[in-house]
């Protein structure tokens, strides 16, 4: 059995759920107003440090949004402009909902070996601020999504667990939270 992070879910499986918007702060507004999930934690616009598209090199810019509910992330993304990427394969409105599930992993290149003998081909990677690695693999063709690998390290554990520990008890305060 694989240790259990912070928030509950086991380090080697689904860790989040993550969404294409058109508008990241309205979009987690929604989520406080309908769901009572929150708080959400808003980050960019940014381009990746060190991001590759399907082979080349990309400077896209996005904004994403982080919350907890229970024991599962959601993640809201948001490109900002028209450059190649993951986010914008499909033309507007189809390219809103769903996207992919991250799964966190202290077994990086072992899954990015067994997902690609799957036939999954990586389309993104990049180095995240914790100096983590992450890959999307284009599953589509058995998933209604793509699969995010995320390389777990305990900067990005604990990352991870800052979005986490306010949502415990949230009493509605405070939704939106910008880096």
């Known amino acids: ?17 993550a969404y294409v918007v058109e508008d990241v702060e309205a979009a987690a507004m929604l989520y406080v107003e309908r769901l009572g999930v929150g708080p959400w934690f808003l980050r960019g616009p940014f381009q990746p440090p060190a991001g590759v598209y399907r082979g080349s090199p990309t400077h896209a810019t996005f904004e994403i949004g982080h919350a907890f509910s229970g024991g599962m992330m959601i993640e809201l993304i948001r490109q900002h402009d028209d450059s190649p990427s993951v986010f914008n394969e499909k033309p507007a ?16 290149d072992d899954e990015l070996a067994r997902l690609e003998a799957l036939g999954y081909g990586r389309a993104f990677s990049d ?10 693999l284009d599953a589509m063709r058995d998933l209604p999504g793509m699969i995010e690998l995320l390389e777990h390290n305990a900067a990005q554990e604990e990352a991870y667990a800052e979005f986490w520990r306010p949502s ?12």
């Open 127 to 136: 180095t995240l601020p914790s100096g983590a690695r992450v890959q999307y």
């Open 93 to 108: 409105p189809e390219r809103y909902g769903f996207h992919h599930w991250a799964t966190l992993t202290a077994r990086f």
């Open 168 to 179: 415990v008890g949230w009493d509605g305060t405070d939704p939106i939270r910008r880096d």
């Open 1 to 17: 059995m694989s240790a259990l992070l912070p928030w509950g879910q086991p380090l080697e499986s689904v860790v989040q759920f």
